[in-house]
């Protein structure tokens, strides 16, 4: 059964600061993993998508890679801002039904 | 603008009135499902859709209907909703269920049954 932990569970840093966020999968038999914002009261928002044939994608200040062989994903924001407060879901896709298996996800605070 | 829309985005019932989320997308989406967040269980899937017609329970399909008779809308109905289903509700929506398909999320429905 997959499942997708991430770890730290809560962050706080100054603004500026580069950062890593990780996530680990159990199985990895996946077709994709996904990067997800999510903002207190709203929806989730796609960051990155990586196909499981790809190692990384990127968009403006993030960047997100993929190691399948060791389960492993990482969300690295540069230069981060106030406005990049929010919780990052990393989510897998594995199996033919479109389920998505999520993490509980990371909290990060960007203090100004 | 692309976009899966929720309604209502706030609700608050009583046990066993039944009630029913809708869940409409404008992108011509084959593929389509239903999530709750709980805090310290994450999300789950709770029903997904193929395409019209083609329904599936997920991983927590108890308590819950749902039906797929246009391409565009996937309802969730609650027939006789417990204190258990207080959640936070998100419907889903991709081109197909395959890997190279971004899923793409409404702004979500917070449900409370008192």
């Known amino acids: 059964k997959q499942e997708v932990t991430q770890i730290p569970a809560a962050l706080s840093v100054p603004e500026g600061e580069n950062l890593v966020l990780n996530c680990s999968f159990t199985?990895?038999?996946?077709?994709?993993l996904q990067w997800f914002r999510q903002d207190p009261g709203k929806g989730l928002t796609s960051l990155l998508l990586?196909?499981?044939?790809?190692r990384e994608q990127t968009s403006g200040r993030l960047n997100a890679s993929l190691d399948k062989s060791s389960g492993r994903s990482t969300l690295y924001i540069a230069a981060s801002q106030p406005g990049d407060s929010a919780t990052y879901l990393c989510?897998?896709?594995?199996?033919?039904?479109?389920?998505?298996?999520f993490g509980q996800g990371t909290t990060l605070q960007v203090k100004p | 603008e692309a976009q899966v829309t929720q309604n209502p985005r706030y609700l608050i019932t009583v046990t066993g009135k039944k009630l029913t989320v809708t869940c409409s997308q404008n992108?011509?989406?084959?593929?389509m499902s239903w999530y709750r967040q709980d805090p310290g269980l994450g999300l789950r899937q709770i029903y997904y859709?193929?395409?019209?017609?083609?329904?599936d329970k997920g991983d927590v399909p108890e308590g819950y209907k749902v039906s797929r008779k246009e391409k565009r809308n996937f309802p969730l109905i609650l027939e006789s909703p417990s204190p258990n289903q207080t959640s936070l509700y998100f419907c889903?929506?991709?081109?197909?269920?395959?890997?190279?398909?971004?899923?793409?999320f409404g702004e979500g429905s917070w449900l409370t049954v008192v």
């Open positions: 889903a929506s991709s081109l197909r269920s395959g890997g190279e398909n971004t899923i793409y």
């Open positions: 199985d990895s038999a996946i077709y994709n």
């Open positions: 990586i196909q499981s044939s790809q």
């Open positions: 989510a897998v896709l594995s199996g033919n039904t479109g389920k998505l298996i």
């Open positions: 992108m011509n989406h084959e593929y």
């Open positions: 859709s193929m395409n019209v017609e083609v329904t």
